[in-house]
């Protein structure tokens, strides 16, 4: 179990988000909590069968090279964000001055996220995540945006059916656990802001997203995802109190209690044999979300959602249908390493990124 169900009621009630879609802040969503009861699968997916499909990539990300040795200086035309960390010379504030990431928790804090010219990827400069003691073995998140003109908070908001986001990614050689990892997302294209929906049935209005999570340890690999048609726990009341967390729902807009009052967490897809993320070594990780297509009332179960390692196929989910309004769509990413002090357990789970980009199409790791 990756966290106490205590904690997750707590985080729900205080209305914390923890999914992909509500990623950096503080409920877990762990399928964990429900399994017990609900009707889930071993990897934590409501019919995992039936949304799988071959894990073979498309034509053009197949040999993880679809850039064709693009960068920051020379971007693709498909490029939303292109992030190298070069800017300012390794002074916080220099580079935050002209940073494209908004509203990102903990970084005011050095302790958290900082510059760090040890063995970057690329250049020299990478972003780092000490996560350390006087911290409180934290991490951190920097959120884009895909804004409309101007980057910043609070902006009219442009929207994607598809939207590609490649990191570059060092664990340190002693590195455990994160709480959640890599999400791209989206809102209706006047709000903002993220929407804490932990323990709430998505519907499909509202918010999508999905995040590339990793298992304690052994660091191997899943999608964890909220969608309207998610299996949830519907016996919570035993840890949680349910008419707080539906009470909540409620005000973030999303009265899907009444419809069925139960407690939703995060479902998991793990690909089978798993995929384990490398450790002590620079990896790219390539993510992709496609929106379901929708008339305005029926949601097409044509959405999909894919990641590469290294440009090889990690896992490939189909069949997913996250939304039936046609104007909620994609426009934000969170390179995150999301873990709260009770979490780390006294440890510091170090990981340094480097070489980011958003993109319409495929990226690929040159």
């Known amino acids: 179990m990756r966290h106490p169900p205590i904690r997750l009621a707590l985080a729900a009630l205080l209305g914390f988000g923890c999914g992909g879609d509500d990623a950096g802040t503080a409920d877990d969503?762990?399928?964990?909590?429900?399994?017990?009861?609900a009707a889930v699968s071993d990897d934590g997916a409501a019919d995992a069968d039936a949304r799988d499909v071959p894990d073979v990539p498309d034509e053009a990300t197949a040999d993880g090279d679809t850039a064709g040795g693009r960068s920051c200086a020379d971007p693709d035309p498909a490029w939303l964000l292109?992030?190298?960390?070069?800017?300012?010379?390794?002074?916080w504030d220099a580079w935050a001055a002209g940073s494209p990431f908004l509203d990102s928790p903990g970084t005011s804090d050095r302790g958290r996220v900082r510059l760090s010219g040890e063995e970057p990827h690329g250049g020299s400069w990478s972003l780092h995540m000490p996560a350390e003691a006087g911290s409180g073995y934290q991490g951190a998140s920097l959120d884009w945006y895909a804004?409309?003109?101007?980057?910043?908070?609070?902006?009219?908001?442009?929207?994607?059916?598809?939207?590609y986001f490649r990191a570059w990614v060092r664990f340190a050689p002693d590195h455990r656990y994160v709480h959640h990892f890599l999400s791209v997302g989206g809102s209706q294209p006047d709000d903002f802001w993220y929407h804490g929906t932990a323990g709430c049935l998505p519907n499909g209005v509202l918010h999508m997203g999905t995040t590339v999570d990793f298992h304690e340890d052994t660091h191997a690999s899943f999608f964890y995802t909220y969608f309207p048609e998610m299996s949830c726990d519907t016996r919570c009341e035993r840890y949680a109190d349910v008419d707080a967390i539906?009470?909540?729902?409620?005000?973030?807009?999303?009265?899907?209690?009444?419809?069925?009052?139960?407690?939703?967490?995060g479902n998991e897809f793990a690909p089978d044999p798993a995929v384990a993320f490398p450790v002590g070594r620079w990896f790219c990780l390539e993510l992709m979300m496609q929106a379901n297509t929708t008339?305005?009332?029926?949601?097409?179960?044509?959405?999909?959602?894919?990641?590469?390692?290294?440009?090889?196929?990690?896992?490939?989910?189909?069949?997913?249908?996250?939304?039936?309004?046609?104007t909620l769509a994609l426009n934000r990413a969170r390179l995150q390493h999301y873990i709260e002090t009770e979490d780390a357990d006294g440890f510091s789970n170090r990981v340094w990124f480097d070489d980011v980009v958003v993109s319409t199409s495929p990226i690929g790791c040159e």
């Open 246 to 265: 539906c009470a909540g729902c409620l005000e973030r807009g999303l009265p899907t209690c009444e419809e069925q009052p139960q407690c939703c967490w």
């Open 82 to 91: 292109c992030e190298d960390f070069e800017r300012g010379a390794g002074d």
């Open 147 to 163: 804004c409309d003109g101007e980057q910043r908070a609070n902006c009219p908001l442009r929207s994607f059916d598809t939207l």
């Open 295 to 326: 008339d305005g009332t029926t949601a097409n179960h044509d959405g999909e959602m894919a990641y590469w390692v290294d440009g090889t196929p990690g896992h490939r989910v189909g069949e997913m249908a996250w939304r039936t309004s046609p």
């Open 29 to 37: 969503g762990s399928t964990d909590a429900a399994t017990e009861d």
